[in-house]
């Protein structure tokens, strides 16, 4: 059988779909997957003129992306556009206006955006050293977010954001847009009919090649950049090209690697595919970990990137459930027919998850059930649950708290234990590695660069 609803095509062989005909489907999630705009409710942020004010912070990649998908919503104006490139911030800034036939302002030094009491929301795309110190000055101005994933440069920053919004009764969404996607809430709907029996072990993976930085000298700060800006809050150090636009997550100051980067997602993926069959089974959901480790090393690219191409990590959540994740950011094939992807494994059947398809198997190896979607059309519908979310003030579907910072978690703890170079038992009551405060100098910044520092909460 196969079923094609808004360019999400699924198929369900008959024993995938006499099992969701016996079993319904959460109220929930279906009600988490509704993207129409509704009107303020009782205790709604009171929005002026009824229209939705952005404030876009970081647009020369993914951040244009994102700026467009916002400057297309018809109850949104961005009012200002923030970058620390002169060059990227005026072509962003022309093309907008442009398009939208409204003006925004331009400008270098977020701060600016704080102050203006007709911005109701910023977007920032910004490197991930700068996402916890702008997102928590955000909700400390009264601004909802929206933030790229991951939640922050380490444990500690996202752990304040979380925090931050709480105190101030803050929509956070993270931007793991796959939350938003329709093939991606129906293969929570399936699993959630218990389909593949008790689950016990979910993987996630990256095996998609990537290219050497190699070894490029300093130089000086091209013109039109405010790189003193750039760094903030990281150390101060020459200028280097490939320690900049696009690179940067490759370094120690700014970055989690190609974890933090891509891993995020696919993490995101294992662990909401491991709950939701939990649930099918009718038990309790992943709760704390228990105890991480990770092996690997920098071994393929010989450049100036300091995070490893090559790593293990596994995640221990007590009572026999696991959860793995592999890097081979050298390989130049898939891994289970996905380059990135997920997988989760029960008794009586399993699932593979990639970008655009999900696919479900009997304990057999047959397959019985198959979802196909396009996963750059997400961001699209995770943005307008965004802006939904601010008029009733309900919790996003990544919302931060419970979604966004604990994938994101996973890689921070990730992180951490390979730097330390053994398993680590973290505390989440404190956020500390227990008894190992070697490890624990991996879950913060130990030094915020003046004038910037990690604002009180």
């Given amino acids: 059988m196969s079923e094609q609803h808004d360019g999400v095509q699924t198929s369900i062989g008959s024993q995938g779909f006499e099992i969701m005909k016996r079993r319904a489907f959460l109220a929930g999630t279906a009600a988490a997957a509704s993207l129409s705009l509704t009107k303020p409710q009782a205790g709604a942020k009171a929005l002026a003129n009824d229209r939705i004010g952005i404030a876009m912070i970081g647009v020369r990649g993914r951040g244009n992306g994102v700026l467009n998908h916002f400057a297309k919503q018809p109850d949104v104006d961005v009012r200002y556009v923030c970058d620390i490139d002169e060059n990227v911030l005026q072509e962003r800034t022309k093309a907008l206006t442009s398009r939208t036939g409204r003006p925004a302002e331009s400008v270098n030094d977020f701060r600016r955006c704080l102050d203006d009491k007709q911005v109701d929301a910023v977007v920032i795309a910004t490197p991930t050293h700068w996402h916890g110190i702008q997102t928590i000055m955000a909700c400390q101005a009264g601004k909802d977010v929206y933030v790229e994933k991951p939640d922050a440069h380490n444990a500690m920053e996202g752990r304040m954001m979380v925090k931050a919004a709480q105190k101030h009764q803050r929509i956070v969404q993270l931007g793991t847009q796959s939350r938003s996607g329709e093939s991606f809430l129906e293969m929570v709907k399936y699993l959630k009919t218990g389909a593949i029996g008790r689950p016990l072990f979910a993987k996630a993976w990256e095996s998609t090649r990537q290219g050497s930085l190699g070894h490029p000298s300093d130089s000086e700060v091209p013109q039109g950049i405010d790189y003193d800006m750039w760094l903030g809050p990281a150390p101060q150090r020459p200028f280097n090209p490939m320690r900049f636009h696009g690179n940067w997550r490759w370094f120690f100051d700014y970055g989690a690697g190609d974890l933090g980067n891509d891993g995020v997602h696919r993490l995101d993926f294992a662990k909401w595919a491991f709950d939701a069959a939990l649930e099918g089974n009718q038990q309790p959901v992943l709760g704390d970990l228990k105890s991480v480790s990770a092996h690997g090393a920098k071994c393929y690219f010989d450049d100036i990137q300091e995070w490893p191409d090559h790593l293990m990590i596994t995640y221990d959540y007590g009572d026999g459930r696991i959860m793995t994740y592999e890097m081979r950011i050298w390989a130049p094939y898939p891994l289970e027919g996905e380059s990135e992807g997920a997988a989760v494994y029960g008794d009586e059947g399993y699932m593979i998850i990639g970008n655009s398809r ?75 590695c227990i008894n190992d405060d070697d490890a624990n100098q991996y879950l913060k910044r130990p030094v915020y660069r003046k004038p910037w520092e990690l604002p009180v909460i």
């Fill in 358 to 432: 999900w696919r479900a198997f009997t304990k057999g190896g047959k397959q019985v059930a198959e979802t196909k979607g396009n996963y750059n059309n997400n961001t699209g519908p995770h943005v307008v649950n965004f802006l939904e979310c601010m008029r009733t003030r309900e919790k996003p579907n990544a919302d931060l708290e419970t979604v966004g910072h604990p994938s994101s978690l996973l890689c921070h703890l990730g992180n951490a234990a390979w730097r330390a170079g053994r398993s680590l038992q973290f505390d989440a009551s404190d956020y500390t």
